[in-house]
Structure formats: C-alpha cells, structure tokens
C-alpha cells in the first residue's frame, strides 16, 4: 500500500499545542504539591509552587482562547475537525474502540484516515470535546475564581463555596492529568512510536494513500474480468 505526506498540522496548531502541554504539565505537577506539600517538593517552597501554578494557569487559559479563536474564527474548522458526525457516534466510535484495543496488536490498519479536514478519529473527536469543551473551561472557570477570592467572594459563594469550588477544580484537573497519560499512549501507536509524535513538529504526516489501493485494487478486478 502506498504512502503520501499531508500537512495536517499548521504552525499556528503546533506552537499552541506545545504551549498548552507545557502549562498543563507544570499545572499538574505544581497542583500535586500544593494538594500534597508533605510528599511533593519538586518545585521548592510551597509559595513558589503557588505562585508558579497560578502563572501557568493563566497561560494555559489564554491558550485555550487562542485555540478557540484560531479554530472558530481563523481557520472556520472547529465544528468539522471537533465535533463528532452521526456516522462517529453509530459506528465510528465502536470501530476505533476495536482497533485501539485489539486489532492494532494484530498489525491492522488503522480504520481512520487523516485529512486536514478530518484529522481525528471518532474517539479523539469525543475525547477532545470532553476536554476542551467540559474539563478546561471548568479548571479554567474555577482556577480564576480560587485565584480571586477577595474580589470574588460573592460569586464564590453563589456557585456553592470554597470547598464545593476546591472540589469541583480538583477533579476537573485530575481527568484533565488523566487525559495526558492517555493522549501520550495513543499518540504512540501510529506505524512506529514517533510517527503521530514528529507531525506535531514539523507539521506533516505521513498517511497510507488508501485511494491508489483501491483503485489498484478495482483495475486488477477489471484486468481478470476482461481475461
């Protein structure tokens, strides 16, 4: 089967994607220290690990909005590329699940085919809408109001207090620290360990030219029918 080069991935994405994964991770590991000071010292004094979490959290907010912009705004794709069709829902998700799980040891092809239309298989298009539009505007939404306590007391107390908000911030982030371990994983079974790892640094992909197999595959038919 043949292969081809696609550039599925602009700058613009790739820089925003290593932004993003560098402000998610530092949040990870500076929250793990503050909910944890007595086991997690990585980063120094408990302030600092404050105050570094707090950096980082704006950081990876204005990512998120950059994101949204670029998507939304810019590119016009963000509803194609992210939001999961019928035919992901109904066979797509089931098929995905398959491959990831068992056909994948057994050295199947992958069922989905990247395009720069279409870069995400169903799981991704479901996980992704989870994550972006569930789990990072509520860890941002929380996070900015833990951050202004004094200013916004009202509303802290509005949307049920300090401990119902801590908690709420806690477990979103904690799916969010999830989310990572398995992006990491799946981003590893490509045709070899890097190959879904390197387009996010030099933008291209290579992707198995499923449209020449089958047209080779029509015009062998045909040639046997004709002899």
């Not at 069922?111 to 972006?132: D, G, R, V, W």
Request: glycine share 6%.
């Amino acid at each position: 089967m043949s292969s081809k080069m696609v550039y599925l991935q602009p700058i613009a994405v790739r820089i925003w994607h290593w932004l993003n994964a560098l402000g998610i991770v530092t949040l990870c590991i500076s929250g793990a220290q503050i909910r944890f000071p007595e086991y997690v010292t990585i980063l120094g004094s408990y302030r600092s690990a404050i105050m570094l979490h707090n950096t980082a959290g704006i950081v990876v907010a204005l990512s998120f909005s950059i994101w949204f912009f670029y998507y939304k705004i810019v590119a016009n794709t963000l509803d194609d590329i992210y939001i999961p069709k019928g035919s992901d829902l109904t066979t797509g998700l089931f098929r995905q699940v398959v491959f990831y799980f068992f056909s994948y040891f057994f050295g199947a092809p992958n069922p989905h085919h990247a395009t720069p239309e279409n870069k995400f298989n169903p799981l991704q298009k479901s996980a992704y809408l989870a994550i972006m539009f569930v789990l990072m505007p509520f860890v941002s939404l929380t996070g900015i109001l833990l951050m202004n306590m004094g200013p916004m007391r009202e509303i802290v107390m509005l949307v049920g207090g300090l401990t119902l908000l801590d908690t709420i911030h806690f477990l979103t982030a904690c799916s969010l620290c999830a989310f990572i371990f398995t992006h990491v994983y799946l981003a590893t079974l490509g045709s070899t360990p890097m190959a879904y790892i390197k387009p996010m640094w030099t933008g291209w992909e290579k992707v198995e030219n499923h449209h020449d197999a089958e047209n080779s595959l029509v015009d062998r038919s045909q040639a046997e029918h004709s002899h």
